[in-house]
C-alpha cells in the first residue's frame, strides 16, 4: 500500500483526492470550487476527447464553437429551461467598467444560444438535419464541489441536432445513448445500465431524458453520459421553423447530449486501488513504462543500451532518435507507434531515482504495462513484463515481444478491468418486493436496488428525503405488476441508488 494514499476501506473521499494528488491529474484552484486539469488529467482528456470527436464525425456531427456568455433573456425563454438551471448560473452584470445592459449568463449549457441561431440557420427542409457538437467549458455554481466529479467549471463536449420529424431526432437520441453505451464499456472498461430517466429526473426542458449510469466502488451510482430529446420545446421557444415538404410551416424537432471530465473521476472510482491510479490501455496516455535495472556503471551501459534497442524495436529507430534529443533534461524518453501518437512508451533514465522508486512513480500513474530490463535480461535476450491489475512478472523473449503481443496484453487488462467492475456491480445490485426492504437495503449499504415502481415526483420526493437514494434509471414496463410503494398498477421496472 502507498503510505502516500488513505486506504479506500478507511476512508472512501480522502482516498479519491490521495489518488488524484498522487497521480497529479489535478488540483483545486484559487477560485472556489474550480479545478486545474494538470498535464496527466488533460492526457486522459485528450484521450477521450479523441475517441468521441472520431465516433461524432463517424454519424455525421461537425464541430462548431458557441459563446460563453448568453443573454439572461434567452433562458427565460424556455421556463422549465429556467427553472431548472436558476440556481446554478453565474451571470455577469458589469464590462468594461460600466453596467450592461442586459445581464449574461456564463453558459451552464448551451440549448438557449444554439436554438437561437438554429432560427437563424433554418428556412426549409432541405436545410435539416443540422449535426453539430461542440468541446467547450462551462460554469455552474456548484455548493459542494469534488475533483472531476462536481466542480464549478469543468469541460465536456455537448451535441445539438435540429431534426425534420419527431422520429429522426428519437433515432438520434437513442443512437447516441447506444454510442455512450459502448465508449464507457469497451473504451473506458465501465460497465453501465442505460435508459431513461424519470419526470423528476429529466433534463429541464426535455421531453424524454437518458443517461448511462455506473456504479463506483463504494456503491455509489455516477451519471456518466445524458441523451435528451427535446421534442419542439425549445424550436418553439426560440421558433426553429422551417418550410416543410408539404409548403406548410413546421417546427424542428431538436435534440442535445453530452458527457464530460466527470468520466476521469469515474475512471479513478472504478479501476484504481490503495496503490494509486489504474487505467484501461485505451484511455491511459502512457500505455508502457520501460524501467532499466543496474548497479554499476559497465551493467548501466549495457542495460541502457538493450533498453533503447526494445523502444527502436516497439517505436522505430527515428521515432526513438526524436525522443532523445528532446529528453536531454527530463531523462525520460517519450516515444510513440502509431499515427495518431497515441500509443506513447515511456524509457526512464533518471539518474535520481532507484528502480523500485521509478516503478511507483508510473504505478501511481496508472500505466497499464511495465517492463523490467535488468544484466540478467540483457544476457538472456528477454525483458520482464508486469501488468498494473495483477502485478504478476513474466520473462518474455524480445524476439516475442511485438507491437500486437504488447496491444495483446493491454487489452486483456481492460478486459480483466471490464470484468472485475462487472461482478462487483453485479454483487451489489439486488431486487426488492416491498418499500420497507427497498429503505433497509438503501440504509444499510449502498448500491443498485430494482424494484417495481410508478415514477411520480411527489413519491420519489419523500424516497430521497428518507433514503437519499433516487430513480437513476428506468429499466421497462413491469406489465402490470403493482408498485411497492403506492400499490398502484402501471410500475416500471427501475434503478434505485444513492449517487454523486
Same mark, same amino acid.
Given at each position: ?53 472520431? !465516433?461524432?464525425?463517424? &454519424?455525421?456531427?461537425?464541430? =462548431?464553437?458557441?459563446? #460563453?456568455? *448568453? +443573454?439572461?433573456?434567452?433562458?427565460? @425563454? ?96 437513442? !443512437?447516441?445513448?447506444? &454510442?455512450?453505451?459502448?465508449? =464507457?464499456?469497451?473504451? #473506458?472498461? *465501465? +460497465?453501465?445500465?442505460?435508459?431513461? @430517466? ?111 534497442? *526494445? ?5 522505430? @529507430? ?183
Amino acid at each position: 500500500m502507498a503510505q502516500n494514499i488513505t486506504p479506500r476501506a478507511q476512508d472512501y473521499s480522502k482516498w479519491y483526492h490521495d489518488v488524484i494528488e498522487a497521480a497529479e491529474l489535478a488540483s483545486y484552484s484559487p477560485v472556489r470550487g474550480c479545478m486545474v486539469i494538470r498535464p496527466n488529467g488533460y492526457a486522459i482528456w485528450e484521450a477521450i476527447q479523441s475517441y468521441l470527436d472520431k !465516433r461524432f464525425k463517424e &454519424l455525421g456531427h461537425k464541430n =462548431a464553437y458557441f459563446p #460563453l456568455f *448568453i +443573454p439572461e433573456s434567452f433562458l427565460r @425563454k424556455e421556463a422549465q429551461h429556467v427553472e431548472g438551471f436558476a440556481p446554478e448560473c453565474a451571470v455577469v452584470t458589469h464590462g468594461g467598467g460600466e453596467k450592461l445592459e442586459e445581464p449574461l449568463v456564463v453558459r451552464p449549457t448551451s440549448e438557449t444560444i444554439i436554438g437561437h441561431m438554429y432560427s437563424e440557420w433554418v428556412r426549409s427542409w432541405r436545410d435539416l438535419p443540422i449535426l453539430i457538437n461542440q468541446w467547450a467549458n462551462v460554469v455552474r455554481w456548484e455548493l459542494r464541489t469534488r475533483l472531476f466529479l462536481r466542480t464549478s467549471e469543468f469541460l465536456w463536449q455537448e451535441g445539438h441536432t435540429a431534426h425534420e420529424t419527431e422520429e429522426e431526432a428519437m433515432e438520434e437520441t437513442l !443512437r447516441i445513448l447506444d &454510442l455512450y453505451k459502448e465508449f =464507457a464499456q469497451d473504451f #473506458l472498461a *465501465i +460497465p453501465v445500465l442505460a435508459g431513461e @430517466k424519470t419526470e423528476s429526473e429529466r433534463f429541464p426542458g426535455a421531453v424524454h431524458t437518458y443517461s448511462i449510469e455506473g456504479m463506483m466502488t463504494d456503491g455509489k451510482a455516477l451519471q456518466m453520459g445524458t441523451s435528451h430529446m427535446l421534442g419542439q420545446n425549445f424550436a418553439r421557444a426560440f421558433q426553429i421553423r422551417f418550410e416543410g415538404k408539404d409548403r406548410q410551416l413546421h417546427y424542428a424537432w431538436t435534440t442535445s447530449w453530452g458527457v464530460s471530465t466527470r468520466l476521469i473521476g469515474a475512471l479513478v472510482m472504478v479501476h484504481s486501488d490503495d496503490d494509486g491510479l489504474c487505467l484501461p490501455w485505451r484511455v491511459a496516455p502512457v500505455k508502457v513504462a520501460i524501467v532499466p535495472i543496474y548497479k554499476t556503471e559497465e551493467e548501466k551501459t549495457k542495460v541502457t543500451e538493450f533498453s533503447i534497442q *526494445i523502444l527502436e524495436n516497439i517505436c522505430g @529507430k527515428s521515432e526513438v532518435e526524436r525522443a532523445r534529443r528532446l529528453a536531454e533534461r527530463t531523462q525520460i524518453l517519450e516515444c510513440f507507434w502509431d499515427e495518431e501518437r497515441r500509443q506513447k512508451v515511456i524509457l526512464d533514465l533518471r539518474e535520481n531515482m532507484r528502480p523500485g522508486e521509478k516503478f511507483f512513480y508510473w504505478e501511481q500513474r496508472g500505466v497499464p504495462l511495465h517492463l523490467e530490463i535488468g544484466p540478467r535480461d540483457v544476457a538472456q535476450n528477454q525483458v520482464i513484463v508486469k501488468d498494473r491489475l495483477t502485478r504478476k512478472k513474466e520473462a518474455v523473449l524480445c524476439s516475442a515481444l511485438s507491437r500486437d503481443e504488447i496491444e495483446s496484453r493491454g487489452e486483456r487488462l481492460t478486459k480483466a478491468l471490464f470484468e472485475r467492475a462487472l461482478k462487483f456491480r453485479d454483487e451489489h445490485m439486488v431486487r426488492v418486493e416491498s418499500y420497507d426492504e427497498l429503505k433497509k437495503v438503501l440504509l444499510a449499504k449502498h448500491g443498485f436496488v430494482v424494484c417495481n415502481f410508478k415514477p411520480s415526483r411527489e413519491v420519489e420526493a419523500k424516497i430521497k428525503e428518507e433514503t437519499k437514494a433516487t430513480v437513476r434509471v428506468i429499466l421497462g414496463d413491469a406489465s402490470d405488476k403493482k408498485c411497492i410503494v403506492t400499490g398502484e398498477k402501471g410500475a416500471k421496472e427501475v434503478v434505485f441508488a444513492i449517487a454523486y
